[in-house]
């Protein structure tokens, strides 16, 4: 089996910071592209920020120039670094992983920005 474990969401203030980690362990065959995806409620589940094997990344529009993803693959951990965060940015996160069998989803982290 394959767990996820996501930390580091809380409560803060709009223009504040956060760093989520995403411990990845298990079963874990072909480690292949790493992300995170969020899902505000009412709404759909949406990517936020994807990183490859090769480290290529890509981000929603929405926090280009805000966000930044990383990882360590030899920890099989992906980070989300989440700056100038907004209101908007309310919504509980979730990390993914693809290998070579599938794609597993972390439980979430909840992330709550006030005004």
């Known amino acids: 089996q394959v767990q996820l474990v996501e930390s580091g969401g809380g409560l803060v203030q709009a223009g504040g910071s956060l760093r989520l980690s995403c411990a990845a362990s298990?079963?874990?065959?072909?480690?292949?592209?790493m992300g995170w995806y969020r899902q505000a409620p009412g709404k759909q589940r949406e990517l936020v920020a994807g990183?490859?094997?090769?480290?290529?990344?890509n981000f929603a529009d929405s926090v280009k120039g805000r966000f930044t993803i990383s990882r360590d693959n030899g920890k099989k951990m992906v980070y989300l670094q989440m700056n100038s965060l907004k209101p908007e940015d309310t919504a509980v996160y979730y990390c993914?992983?693809?290998?070579?069998?599938?794609?597993?989803w972390g439980q979430g982290t909840q992330v709550t920005v006030s005004s």
């Open positions: 298990g079963s874990i065959i072909g480690l292949n592209t």
């Open positions: 990183i490859s094997n090769g480290g290529t990344t």
């Open positions: 993914k992983i693809r290998d070579w069998r599938g794609d597993y």
